[in-house]
């Protein structure tokens, strides 16, 4: 009864592996697309992500003001004025030091990939014994080194990390689930 149940839950996992459909495909397909563009056009990507993180600042700092105003007959005047000042005044502080936002984004980047590739080692400890499961042991591997190359060259890594670096890693990423998909769907056939 023991080894019965452990067999199912070790195909449990397998089982949800092999109900992936056509959209699988297709996600994994437009982040390989998305890796390439982010290869062709580094430095825009870069800059492009720092200017929606900055707006994307400032106007959390303009709904924080708002909703101060709004809930002001509750006693939030001051505190939401004080939230939404720090979001604007940052804001406006990004955009006057472009570069500064670029570093940091950078350096989010780095902890991503860092974080990335422990979850990734998570899956393929949980998952190791599926067909094309070891690729999930690639992905984290080039996930840390991705991390600690833009780490240890940090802050000179900014110009043409972000754009770069992620690229190659959704470019690998989509390649990785593809080819894990088309294994699930290979190991699924009968032998014949």
Known sequence: MISGSVTGL???????????TAISVGMALLLILLGLLA???PGALGVAVAILVIWTVVFSGLAHIVYAWNARAAGDLAWGLSVG?????????????PRE????????????????????????????????????????VLALVLGLLIALNWPSSSLWAIGSLLGVNL??????????FWRMRGARQPAG
């Open 85 to 97: 000042l720090v979001y604007l005044i940052a804001g406006v502080y990004l955009l006057l030091h």
């Open 101 to 140: 936002s670029l570093a940091s984004l950078t350096l989010v980047l780095a902890v991503l990939f860092l974080l990335e590739a422990g979850a990734m080692l998570g899956a393929f400890l949980r998952l190791r014994r599926l067909p094309g499961a070891r690729w999930l042991l690639v992905n984290a």
């Open 39 to 41: 290869l062709m056009l």
């Open 10 to 20: 070790r195909s449990a996992p397998a089982e949800a592996a092999r109900r992936e």
């Open 171 to 180: 470019l690998f990423s989509g390649s990785v689930r593809l080819i894990l």
